[in-house]
């Protein structure tokens, strides 16, 4: 069976432009979560979604937004992206909505010119 | 509010030495705790968790016991090995388990 895949797997963006990040959830899992990697640092917690609908947040600005498709595959959204957006962004997939065992993908690295 | 506080690394030890990596948490309510490895050109992947006060999680050797008293989820392993080098975070999901939390994470290199 597939891992959680995410895309792309690098992008390089200019200070003030807008980022998609894509991720798709193993088969059968209905919970999707965002974390962001600062080098050196562990995930923090952006957002999490269940059955399309924002389960979790984060302490993050209103620049990030995210949504869930019927399919359970998920968007995260950054706009104005400032230097300090550059990082590792982490999707999670889990089959329930409450602190079972979360599955990564290998993540998007970010970097903000 | 919630957090994880991890030991800093990085740690090295020789090949069957034993490991223990310290974590403590402060969480409101009743949170899971976890442990997640993620060896070198590799994701995230759960290594152990613990659901409730005096549960002993347990993989491939290692174990942590969640201590209320103490609120704390060391990780132990009595003997490790080569293949045990990775970076180890440490993590808490909060009582409605819709918001997790983890550590700096611990980078651990184990020599022959």
């Known amino acids: 069976d597939a891992g959680v895949t995410q895309s792309p797997t690098h992008l390089i963006k200019t200070r003030g432009q807008h980022v998609t990040l894509r991720c798709s959830p193993i088969?059968?899992?209905?919970?999707v979560s965002w974390y962001q990697q600062v080098l050196g640092q562990g995930p923090q917690f952006i957002f999490q979604y269940y059955e399309k609908e924002e389960r979790g947040r984060g302490n993050f600005p209103d620049r990030f937004s995210a949504r869930q498709f019927p399919n359970y595959s998920s968007e995260l959204n950054v706009n104005a992206l400032l230097l300090g957006d550059s990082a590792l962004y982490l999707c999670?997939?889990?089959?329930?909505?409450?602190?079972?065992?979360?599955?990564f993908g290998p993540g998007t690295r970010l970097t903000v010119t | 509010g919630n957090s994880v506080t991890q030991m800093e690394g990085p740690v090295t030890l020789s090949e069957e030495a034993f490991l223990t990596i310290n974590c403590t948490y402060t969480?409101?309510?009743?949170?899971?705790l976890f442990w997640y490895v993620q060896y070198p050109g590799e994701g995230l992947q759960l290594l152990l968790k613990a659901t409730k006060a005096d549960d002993k999680g347990s993989n491939k050797g290692f174990e942590a016991t969640y201590r209320k008293e103490t609120t704390s989820f060391h990780l132990e392993k009595g003997s490790v090995q080569v293949s045990d080098s990775a970076v180890y975070f440490c993590?808490?999901?909060?009582?409605?388990?819709?918001?997790?939390?983890f550590g700096t994470g611990t980078s651990l290199t184990v020599i022959p």
């Open positions: 969480a409101t309510g009743y949170p899971s």
């Open positions: 088969s059968g899992h209905k919970s």
């Open positions: 999670a997939s889990s089959l329930g909505s409450t602190g079972g065992e979360q599955y």
């Open positions: 993590a808490l999901s909060d009582g409605s388990g819709n918001q997790f939390y």
